[in-house]
């Protein structure tokens, strides 16, 4: 049976993906004490498609950037549930950083990381709600839209 936090993403129309295996020489998560970092997640759906591809402010737009940084953010639960086998041991989370493949006169980042943000919020409430750090970066692998890493304080 799913746990309370599974059901909340149910509830949202949420399932998640078989987490994506490391590319490079790198885990996907380290559990540190009572602290779990996960690994920056670009934006595949479940079939590995990308949900946008390119740069904002060239051509993808925020609302597709934030469409792409929501399914980052489904990637990172998909992970943590990987790691821990139950979401609802998440305490808090704790912080997101994100990568925007941005123009070089794209400003609008942090709209586009909502995107994560927002999902955090509507999965688990208050517990949810996090430090962020957003960067435009001149590339990201695959052409990815947005790449999003993350911590949480898990029991």
Known sequence: MAGMVEQNLAAQGIVLPQPAAPVA???????????????GQVCFDAQGKLIAK???????????GAAAARGCGVNLLAQVKAALGDLDKVVRVVR????????????????????????????????????????????????????????FEVS
């Open 96 to 151: 997101l950083g994100g990568f925007v493949n941005s123009a070089p006169d794209f400003l609008d980042g942090p709209k586009v990381l909502n995107g994560a943000s927002d999902l955090m919020v509507a999965t688990f409430g208050d517990k949810g709600r996090h430090a962020r750090t957003t960067v435009g970066v001149a590339s990201l692998p695959a052409d990815a839209a947005v790449e999003v890493e993350g911590v």
């Open 25 to 39: 020489n790198y885990v996907p998560f380290v559990r540190s004490g009572n602290l779990l970092f996960v690994s």
């Open 54 to 64: 390119g740069k904002l402010g060239a051509g993808v737009t925020v609302e597709q």
